[in-house]
């Protein structure tokens, strides 16, 4: 009798460890669901926080383009993961418009992209925190599940708010 | 047809559980290139060379402590891995063979350096980089069993001047 219910018990263990393995190695290797909260990517993305499906296998390929929107760990905090658009490639020169007029042209170093907000002016990127390193780009979001007037492909151009 | 298609469900799990298990808790890893020597030695193919034991814990919150030698994607190449010591962390001042100026590590960055300091190229070259880029410790050398044992947390004396918010062990 106790070796029945230990073996069931063993039985439903089992399901959930290869379970949990399952959603961990689905969600770091091929599709997550994220959430993208703040205004820096309005209006293409709601300040309370779309719902987004983003793809792991372009980053993994190396098949980022600018205008693609992505998900990246931060620069200046490893513990965030920050929703942006790629606004350049390695190579490509990039000029930001200083606050007191005039501009400054950077050029992207290898292996680095520029990330930005939609929102100018308020939003925290490449702006102030330099080119990001592509090693730090988790996937790229193709796929809004939420607002449900929101549902539908994520472009490579900024889109109206929903 | 039975057997092949549970062979084939049973590998599939072990896959799986394989890789969840490599990407969030301990995976085995092929020493390249000469950066850490003598603490870590490289082959000539990936046949040869320090086989080392990585511990993913520490990805998850970067825990990682000054010292530690750590696995972390390439910030220029990023199909690359390097593998350096950990030595300063966001808020440090940091003295530089080299150069006169401290360097001050920014907040979310760290600097890095090979143990063998003539090939390495690191932070010495490239500045600081983001901690995020870090994966993973080096606890062990597995393999030759000749070079067997733990790879050990040790800190250059008279580099960090000053900490940032984390204290020195």
Redesign the interface.
């Known amino acids: 009798m106790l070796w029945k219910s230990l073996s069931d018990v063993a039985g439903r263990g089992a399901a959930i460890?290869?379970c949990?393995?399952?959603m961990?190695?689905f969600s770091?290797?091929v599709l997550q669901i994220q959430q993208c909260i703040g205004p820096s990517m309005l209006p293409t993305f709601n300040i309370r926080g779309d719902i987004l499906v983003t793809e792991r296998l372009s980053v993994k390929l190396?098949k980022i383009r600018v205008g693609d929107v992505v998900m990246a760990?931060?620069?200046?905090?490893?513990?965030m993961v920050v929703c942006k658009r790629i606004l350049g490639l390695e190579g490509d020169t990039i000029t930001v418009a200083s606050d007191k007029g005039g501009s400054t042209k950077v050029k992207i170093?290898?292996?680095?992209v520029w990330l930005q907000g939609d929102n100018f002016h308020k939003s925290r990127d490449s702006r102030e925190?330099g080119p990001?390193?592509?090693?730090?780009l988790q996937g790229r979001v193709f796929y809004r599940i939420w607002p449900p007037q929101g549902w539908g492909f994520v472009g490579r151009i900024p889109s109206q708010s929903v | 047809m039975g057997w092949a298609l549970l062979l084939a469900k049973r590998a599939a799990i072990g896959a799986m559980i394989g890789i969840a298990v490599s990407d969030e808790l301990v995976s085995l890893a092929r020493m390249q290139g000469s950066s850490m020597e003598p603490t870590l030695v490289a082959g000539k193919s990936l046949m040869e060379g320090d086989v080392l034991l990585l511990d993913k814990f520490p990805g998850h919150d970067f825990g990682f402590s000054r010292g530690d030698v750590v696995v972390l994607r390439s910030p220029h190449e990023p199909q690359y891995w390097m593998v350096k010591r950990l030595i300063a962390v966001e808020g440090d001042m940091l003295r530089v063979p080299g150069k006169r100026e401290l360097v001050q590590v920014p907040k979310g960055r760290c600097w890095v350096e090979g143990d063998n300091a003539n090939v390495s190229l690191d932070s010495r070259n490239m500045g600081p980089i983001p901690m995020a880029l870090l994966k993973a410790r080096v606890t062990r050398v597995v393999w030759p069993l000749e070079r067997f044992g733990r790879v050990e947390s040790i800190l250059p004396t008279g580099r960090i001047v000053a900490h940032g918010e984390r204290p020195i062990r």
């Open positions: 460890v290869q949990v393995c399952f961990d190695v770091n290797h190396g760990r931060s620069p200046s905090d490893p513990r170093p290898k292996g680095h925190y990001v390193p592509s090693a730090l």
